[in-house]
């Protein structure tokens, strides 16, 4: 556990600082948002190297060998589930609230013309901005793995390639993966603190929103902990963080209300929007006690 401790300690003191600095200089709309935010998934990473280098452990302990042969159908999971699961969670949403549906994107092409302006950019017209939000769409299908790899390898290799393995080393895989989901989530405190995913001025802001985002993490990890363990390898589990990345807002655009309660949906983070990511994580974590039944099964054996 001192290697788990030491890239925890790391891990919150590089990340917590950096969203310090981007509370001071504006907060998720200053200047230094997005770059801070980027910079931030890149710290889990970063602290496996400081932490191998300071323990001076091999780098083979590491889930992050590819391990691609015989473990395709884990790769498809983790390549397209993400996206499945996001449209389901916002078709149930739509259902349950006919009127907050909106398929002419009316109010996702304001929302967008305020962010254009709020970037001093030109305003293009609105079957432009439809036409970028379709295509955006089905980019968020087919690449946000992809285009998002680098960023989000930087969470996965810390959670899944090195702290998820660590946990396993003294823990059953159920127990590992419900306590590398309450850390992940409450590694994103500060983010939503300062409004990221459920917004501000919210009763009980932030701690609902803290709790909420540890549920999505425990339920979400769930999912990327047990591709994780079926392949070891964190980059399944990479490519269904980018898919979820890059999708996530998709039910958004949809909306005919400027502002929906985000604990509710219909992106991922509400209660509806995530009902599947609940469903399907629940599912995830029945396997893993599954696969913990067998280890000792076939350890009474020996």
């Keep these: 556990m001192k290697k788990v401790n030491i890239f925890l300690l790391i891990t919150f003191f590089l990340t917590w600082s950096i969203t310090f600095i981007i509370f001071k200089s504006g907060g998720l709309t200053g200047p230094f948002a997005s770059i801070g935010l980027i910079l931030c998934m890149m710290m889990p990473a970063l602290s496996v190297l400081i932490t191998t280098l300071i323990t001076k452990s091999s780098f083979k302990e590491i889930w992050i060998k590819p391990n691609f042969k015989k473990n395709i159908k884990y790769y498809f999971i983790g390549y397209f589930s993400p996206v499945i699961l996001i449209i389901l969670g916002s078709a149930l949403y739509f259902i349950i609230f006919p009127s907050h549906l909106d398929l002419s994107m009316n109010n996702g092409v304001e929302n967008l013309k305020l962010q254009l302006q709020s970037l001093g950019q030109a305003l293009p017209s609105d079957l432009e901005l439809k036409s970028a939000m379709?295509?955006?769409?089905?980019?968020?299908?087919?690449?946000?793995?992809?285009?998002?790899?680098?960023?989000?390898?930087?969470?996965?290799?810390?959670?899944?390639?090195y702290l998820l393995p660590k946990l396993i080393e003294n823990n059953s895989y159920f127990k590992s993966s419900l306590i590398a989901g309450v850390i992940w989530g409450i590694w994103h405190a500060p983010m939503i603190a300062m409004g990221h995913n459920y917004g501000v001025g919210y009763i009980g802001a932030p701690f609902i929103g803290i709790f909420a985002m540890v549920v999505f993490c425990i339920m979400t990890g769930?999912?990327?902990?047990?591709?994780?363990?079926?392949?070891?390898?964190?980059?399944?589990?990479?490519?269904?963080?980018?898919?979820?990345?890059?999708?996530?807002s998709a039910g958004v655009i949809f909306l005919s209300i400027p502002n929906p309660n985000m604990f509710i949906g219909p992106a991922p983070v509400g209660i509806i929007g995530g009902f599947f990511f609940i469903v399907v994580g629940a599912i995830c974590l029945l396997k893993t006690k599954k696969l913990d039944e067998e280890n000792i099964e076939t350890k009474t054996k020996a």
């Design 134 to 161: 379709i295509i955006q769409l089905f980019v968020g299908i087919f690449l946000s793995p992809i285009l998002n790899f680098i960023p989000c390898l930087g969470e996965e290799l810390g959670w899944r390639g």
């Design 222 to 248: 769930a999912i990327f902990n047990y591709i994780t363990i079926k392949t070891k390898s964190c980059i399944p589990a990479t490519f269904a963080h980018g898919s979820l990345n890059g999708f996530a």
